[in-house]
């Protein structure tokens, strides 16, 4: 079974950046796209960002330019540099595989952006 735990997140305000991190309890990134998702409150969860294992990335055109997701496959270790934040990035952020599995969701991180 593979536990993702997810940290970072914070209350930062408009224009502020964080640093998201999401570690595995064992190596499943060498072979699978992982991705970041955030669910805000009375909204469905969305793929914010996901990675391929060729290093490839693609973004959510809502963070496109401010969000940069990267991997350490060493550490087995996905990120998510947010910078720019605005009020609309708060929400619950996630990460899972791409697609994702469902037993996969961890408690996720939360992060609020207001002044």
């Known amino acids: 079974q593979v536990q993702l735990v997810e940290s970072g997140g914070g209350l930062v305000q408009p224009g502020g950046s964080l640093r998201l991190s999401c570690a595995a309890s064992r190596s499943i990134f060498r072979l699978y796209a992982m991705g970041w998702y955030r669910q805000a409150p009375g909204k469905q969860r969305e793929l914010v960002a996901r990675i391929t294992s060729s290093d490839i990335t693609n973004y959510a055109d809502s963070v496109k330019g401010r969000f940069t997701i990267s991997r350490d496959n060493a550490k087995n270790t996905v990120y998510l540099q947010m910078n720019s934040l605005k009020p609309e990035d708060t929400a619950v952020y996630y990460c899972?595989?791409?697609?994702?599995?469902?037993?996969?969701w961890g408690q996720g991180t939360q992060v609020t952006v207001s002044s």
């Open positions: 899972n595989k791409h697609p994702p599995n469902s037993d996969y």
